[in-house]
Nanobody, 123 residues
């Protein structure tokens, strides 16, 4: 069964940095597009960053562009989200998600989900 396990969440002061990691199971990982999806309290889920299976194509939400970077290491079956200049509005549960179709991934439709990791940014 395909699984994704996130780590790296925590509490950080506004302006600080965090790096999230997500490890996948199985050989499927290297041919799936991956994403980080955020759910803030009382809000809908928002896809903040997507990366294609090869690692050469990425897409970011407007409010994280220039502050967040998504990258992956297929040999280690790991995808990362490096977050800089964090703001209180970045607070939420961050989910790792995967899908083998790039169009679905860009639309925020993913077939595989992790359990999420909490990020709290305080001012």
């Amino acid at each position: 069964q395909a699984q994704l396990v996130e780590s790296g969440g925590g509490s950080v002061q506004s302006g600080g940095s965090l790096r999230l990691s997500c490890v996948g199971s199985g050989s499927w990982f290297s041919d799936h597009n991956l994403a980080w999806v955020r759910q803030a309290p009382g809000k809908d889920r928002e896809t903040v960053a997507v990366i294609d299976w090869s690692g050469t194509g990425t897409n970011y939400a407007d409010d994280v562009q220039g502050r967040f970077t998504i990258f992956r290491n297929n040999a280690e079956k790991t995808v990362y989200l490096q977050m800089y200049m964090l703001k209180p509005e970045d607070t939420g549960v961050y989910y790792c998600a995967a899908d083998d179709n790039w169009g679905r991934a860009l639309a925020g439709l993913f077939r595989i989900w992790g359990q999420g990791t909490q990020v709290t940014v305080f001012s």
